[in-house]
């Protein structure tokens, strides 16, 4: 029988691997879909991977070192059971970005700091998924994601189409190397022109046919047995040439600490950008499977494949929505199919690479472009553009930056500009209106419920977007303008304070100016809904002190019936609101006490109490009516 430190030790294992909760009761039947996933996946694989590591300045083989690593360490320690970690454009090119400024592409020292590059990114994410900051990917705007990876969509592909004429390509930024481009069309070699046309035509017309045809891998054979049957290598086309069968042991990279520092800024892009390319899909996947899926788990899994694919001297790599699409319709069930896939790729690895040697590179770069036209979401910056224009903006901005200052600088505008709309919304005083929803006693913006009742002589105001420094300044402003718009009838401001988790210095001590602000009006400051964090810190500053004890309350309904019950001056709209009150927390109380358990005495002492108030205010405006017992 299991002794309960065994089972403690199980549970925390199963926490650690996600792996072994997911196959855990793992059926025979599933093994049949597990496998055709693989299969597709590899079929994938194969082509991208090789197509992906030259993106990455790497020969076509390093796909297979960096692949399978990858497949198995996220499969292990990721938290989606669907999602295929192995290559990434998008990741490989920045991979690119950051070694080609420190060594020459294809060099020894080009090919170590690769692999050191993608244990560093591993290692940061790793790190942040135990540090728990899975919550970054909401800082990171979806708008200006999109920008980002159209962006960098197009500077792969530029970078790609000189392969498919048979030309040189250029240096520079996207429109330097597109000015290149058309400036040596004259050398266009036709040949080559013919075959990278040729596979661009079949993998277009492929997909067409059938969405779960592998065509990248069908183009890749048929442009092989082509090249070889017309001699094409001799004929002027350039071709992979050979490639070395077998695999790599482990090894740590041999890099200096001045090397790991350059490459910092390029690991800590990578780490972000493939935690923001898995998190959406992974999400995703896991809605449609009935399962949930953790931010952290997610920083942990890529964290670990990137340490992978660096020890087996391979480069840094992410998440592919292609393949995992691919993996989920062929109706994977569990990670198995990932682990399955690894295998499979080694056994190419192994056995298989020879026959790579004909592949044209036009091939490849027909395979390339057509992966990431799928990143150029022109349908939705359409939609942003419509929806939104700020929205639009931002990913117009992130797209130009990546275009204009190329990968890395344009991965900085792309963050940049996250966080400056992130901040900015946060600043802007978005102040709601409170007022009664008639037939209730609950409270809503006036903007949107119907006929809103507002309370006489008081101001509810609830601030959206919570009280900290930024906003401090700006919301204490807008409170005051709305005094001055109400007039001289006001008698008190309420302000909710829900959304404030937890407020900073300034923003407490902007609540205290507020209060001296609204004091030489004549009007009272009242707090409700203060969450502890909050209440804590209005203790500590003194701000407690200076508003009152008295003036701080639980519920916006506590508050307004105080301040009637307190109200000097009578007018026709707080007799109603009093007589309906009264009338609606009777209802509420009778049917407390036939409802409310034992333990929740409280609440109904509560509208009893509520009930006692409105009626002294009833009393005072001259009307005798009990309150309810």
């Not at 950008?273 to 959406?280: D, Q």
């Not at 192994?350 to 004909?358: D, E, I, K, S």
């Not at 309420?494 to 205290?512: F, N």
Request: hydrophobic share 55%; net charge positive; aromatic share 6%.
């Amino acid at each position: 029988m299991p002794t309960s430190a065994t089972r403690s030790a199980a549970s925390w294992l199963s926490r650690a691997v996600p792996f072994l909760e997911s196959v855990r009761g793992y059926r025979a039947t599933w093994l049949k879909r597990d496998t055709v996933g693989a299969l597709t996946v590899t079929a994938l694989l194969i082509p991208e991977g090789m197509a992906y590591a030259e993106l990455a300045g790497l020969p076509p083989t390093a796909a297979f070192y960096a692949a399978p690593a990858g497949l198995v360490l996220y499969a292990l320690f990721g938290s989606s059971r669907q999602l295929i970690v192995a290559v990434s454009a998008a990741v490989a090119v920045l991979s690119a970005a950051t070694v080609g400024a420190l060594a020459q592409a294809g060099s020894p020292r080009f090919v170590v700091l690769t692999a050191a590059l993608a244990l560093m990114a591993g290692l940061i994410s790793l790190l942040a998924g135990v540090l728990r900051l899975g919550r970054i990917a909401q800082f990171f705007s979806a708008s200006v994601l999109t920008g980002f990876v159209f962006g960098l969509a197009l500077i792969i592909a530029i970078k790609q189409v000189p392969k498919l004429f048979g030309v040189k390509g250029g240096d520079g930024n996207f429109f330097e190397r597109l000015w290149f481009l058309v400036t040596h069309l004259g050398s266009t070699h036709l040949v080559t022109l013919l075959v990278g046309a040729g596979s661009l035509i079949m993998l277009l017309a492929l997909d067409r046919v059938s969405k779960r045809l592998p065509a990248a891998l069908v183009v890749l054979a048929l442009s092989i047995v082509v090249t070889a049957l017309l001699g094409l290598d001799a004929r002027g086309v350039s071709v992979v040439g050979k490639v070395q069968a077998g695999l790599v042991p482990p090894q740590v990279p041999d890099v200096g600490l001045g090397d790991l520092l350059r490459l910092l800024p390029g690991a800590s892009g990578i780490a972000l950008v493939a935690f923001a390319e898995a998190i959406g899909p992974a999400r995703m996947l896991a809605a449609r499977h009935g399962y949930e899926v953790d931010a952290n788990r997610e920083l942990v899994g890529l964290g670990a494949a990137n340490m992978g694919a660096g020890l087996f001297q391979g480069f840094s790599i992410g998440c592919s929505l292609s393949k995992s699409a691919a993996n989920d319709a062929a109706g994977a069930r569990t990670e198995v199919s990932a682990m399955l896939a690894a295998g499979f790729t080694l056994l190419v690895a192994l056995f298989l690479t020879p026959l790579f040697r004909l592949l044209p590179e036009a091939t490849l770069g027909a395979i390339v472009v057509v992966a990431v036209s799928g990143m150029m979401d022109v349908r939705e910056m359409r939609r942003l553009h419509r929806m939104r224009r700020a929205d639009f903006l931002g990913a117009l901005v992130a797209l130009v930056g990546v275009l204009a200052l190329d990968v890395l600088p344009g991965l900085l505008v792309a963050v940049g500009v996250s966080l400056f709309l992130t901040v900015y919304r946060a600043s802007v005083p978005r102040l709601s209106e409170l007022g009664r929803v008639p037939g209730t006693l609950a409270f809503g913006d006036v903007r949107h419920a119907p006929r809103p009742l507002t309370v006489p002589g008081m101001l509810i105001l609830r601030p959206n977007e919570g009280i900290f420094f930024a906003n401090a300044t700006a919301l204490r402003d807008e409170v005051m303008t709305r005094v001055r718009h109400a007039g001289p009838s006001l008698h008190a401001v309420l302000l909710d304070m829900e959304v404030t988790a937890d407020l900073d210095v300034p923003g407490a001590d902007m609540l205290a100016a507020l209060h001296d602000d609204l004091a030489r009006r004549r009007v009272t400051l009242m707090l409700t809904r203060v969450m502890a964090p909050t209440g804590r810190m209005l203790e500590r500053t003194g701000v407690t002190a200076k508003v009152g004890a008295e003036h701080l309350y639980a519920q916006v309904l506590d508050a307004v019936v105080e301040h009637l019950a307190r109200a000097s001056a009578a007018t026709p709209e707080a007799q109603g609101l009093v007589r309906d009150g009264l009338r609606r927390l009777r209802m509420l109380v009778e049917e407390a006490s036939t409802t409310l358990d034992a333990d929740e005495g409280a609440d109904r002492e509560r509208l009893q109490t509520l009930g006692r108030r409105l009626g002294r205010a009833e009393s005072a405006l001259g009307e005798e009516r009990p309150g309810p017992h």
